[in-house]
């Protein structure tokens, strides 16, 4: 990590915080977020992270970062087992906001990262913090429906394997063990999904506040979370009463790849949520 993301210092698993300088907060812009939480999708490369990081070290060059990064078992966990590392993101963004009064954004990607940002709005919530710690919110590929075979082949890229015959056999056992669970968990025992949770929880009023801005992003040629489940969401949330929410669809790009096909739309979106 010494090249990647070395003005980074790291807070704990898979946490990294960034603080700017003295120097370019002197002439802070109030409309700038005092902090951004960047919460990646799942098994996102330091590589990938530093250019996200990068892009808004330039367009927010006064605020503070908070890198949160989403792995297979993070992901696929109980909140129980993940409540320490939730527990410091939390105390991060709190005493952060205690320091430097301002917009907070929270921008998470893909159901890996918008369920660990669900899982800070829950522990928030649980310890008395209002709905209202969160200014303004990015959805960005995500978040699909329940579907068993997208929650596969997400996990399937996990596995760096180079023959066809692995991966084909990867993925038949993690469908099979995962469809077993999942019938198990939802249908026998009666228990609420970990997809469903994620999009009932981004739509909670009283986790998110209704007021905030909300951007979501996303692509027609997402090949794992279908646009239409993210267009789907939006529109609940305005009849739920988001009364900012604004969506920006790509035409080309892949799951997570937005900024592949258009860069400078992609980055201004961003810009105009928070001067808006």
């Not at 109980?78 to 939390?90: C, F, I, V």
């Not at 008395?128 to 075979?149: E, K, Q, W």
């Not at 996990?158 to 999942?182: D, E, H, N, V």
């Not at 096909?261 to 979106?269: S, T």
Request: net charge neutral; charged share 20%; hydrophobic share 40%.
């Amino acid at each position: 990590m010494a090249a990647l993301l070395e003005d980074f210092d790291k807070l704990g698993p898979s946490m990294l915080l960034y603080r700017p300088t003295a120097s370019s907060t002197a002439q802070k812009d109030p409309k700038h977020p005092s902090l951004i939480v960047f919460c990646t999708f799942m098994g996102a490369s330091l590589k990938i992270v530093a250019k996200y990081a990068a892009g808004y070290q330039k367009l927010f060059p006064d605020s503070s970062i908070l890198l949160i990064l989403s792995n297979l078992k993070e992901s696929f966990t109980l909140d129980s087992l993940e409540a320490p590392r939730t527990k410091l993101a939390s105390d991060t963004i709190l005493d952060i906001k205690a320091s430097s009064p301002g917009p907070i954004l929270l921008h998470a990607m893909s159901n890996g990262g918008t369920t660990a940002a669900a899982r800070i709005t829950q522990h928030l919530h649980d310890t008395g913090h209002p709905n209202s710690i969160f200014t303004h919110t990015i959805v960005d590929c995500a978040p699909s429906h329940a579907r068993l075979r997208g929650g596969v082949e997400a996990m399937s890229m996990q596995f760096p394997l180079k023959s066809q015959i692995a991966k084909w056999l990867a993925f038949w056992t993690l469908y099979i063990t995962m469809g077993t669970a999942m019938f198990l968990w939802c249908d026998l025992l009666r228990q609420e999904s970990m997809v469903h949770r994620l999009r009932r929880r981004w739509n909670d009023v009283g986790l998110f506040d209704p007021k905030a801005p909300r951007l979501y992003l996303f692509s027609k040629k997402d090949a794992l979370i279908p646009y239409e489940d993210v267009q789907d969401h939006a529109e609940e949330a305005r009849t739920k009463g988001w009364s900012e929410v604004k969506e920006g669809l790509f035409e080309k790009a892949p799951h997570c790849g937005l900024i592949l096909e258009d860069p400078e739309r992609y980055w201004g979106a961003i810009g105009r949520l928070l001067s808006a």
